[in-house]
């Protein structure tokens, strides 16, 4: 725990592969870092990371449905039971934004550029708080700060 509240965490694999999480407390939001740091002697690919932001202790907002969602990458909105609040998350590179219907949990996971030897690569999220009916300005905002892992051709 960083003094202003963030919180970083590294680990480092036997092979020197490093990863690693940081969160940034802000006003009405939270700021998340993802990085990986290869140290090994080859190109790392098509690394996918599976975010989970579960809802289990978020009441209000932890229904077992996904009727309450919008999966929309790169972003997931959830609304509380009155519809009236949202709890949205958001990840650039987003590979797939995605639920279950019997775990109250929202998820939009990233993936990694390739990570040739040597080099770090990172995706940046963000988890934030949205009152009102109409959620569509915060998924217009997400999509353009947050670009989308392009599609395969």
């Given at each position: 725990?960083?003094?202003?509240?963030?919180?970083r965490?590294e680990?480092?694999?036997?092979?020197?592969?490093a990863?690693?999480?940081?969160?940034?407390?802000?006003?009405?939001?939270?700021?998340?870092?993802?990085?990986?740091?290869?140290g090994?002697?080859?190109?790392?690919?098509?690394?996918r990371?599976?975010?989970?932001?579960?809802?289990?202790?978020?009441?209000?907002?932890?229904?077992?449905?996904?009727?309450?969602?919008?999966?929309?990458?790169?972003?997931?909105?959830?609304?509380?039971?009155?519809?009236?609040?949202?709890?949205?998350?958001?990840?650039e590179?987003?590979?797939?934004?995605?639920?279950?219907?019997?775990?109250?949990?929202?998820?939009?996971?990233?993936?990694?550029?390739?990570?040739?030897?040597?080099?770090?690569?990172?995706?940046?999220?963000?988890?934030w708080?949205?009152?009102?009916?109409?959620?569509?300005?915060?998924?217009?905002?997400?999509?353009?700060?947050?670009?989308?892992?392009?599609?395969?051709?």
């Amino acid at each position: 725990r960083e003094a202003d509240g963030s919180l970083r965490h590294e680990r480092v694999l036997p092979n020197k592969v490093a990863f690693g999480a940081a969160i940034q407390p802000k006003t009405n939001r939270v700021d998340m870092e993802l990085w990986l740091r290869n140290g090994s002697d080859e190109t790392l690919t098509g690394l996918r990371v599976q975010v989970c932001g579960h809802l289990k202790g978020a009441p209000d907002f932890n229904d077992q449905t996904t009727t309450n969602k919008i999966f929309r990458a790169p972003s997931v909105a959830v609304h509380s039971v009155g519809g009236d609040r949202w709890i949205v998350t958001a990840w650039e590179r987003c590979g797939r934004a995605w639920g279950q219907k019997d775990v109250p949990c929202i998820h939009a996971d990233p993936v990694f550029a390739d990570c040739p030897p040597g080099e770090t690569v990172r995706v940046r999220g963000r988890l934030w708080f949205y009152e009102g009916k109409d959620v569509e300005q915060e998924l217009e905002r997400a999509q353009a700060e947050f670009p989308a892992l392009a599609k395969a051709k």
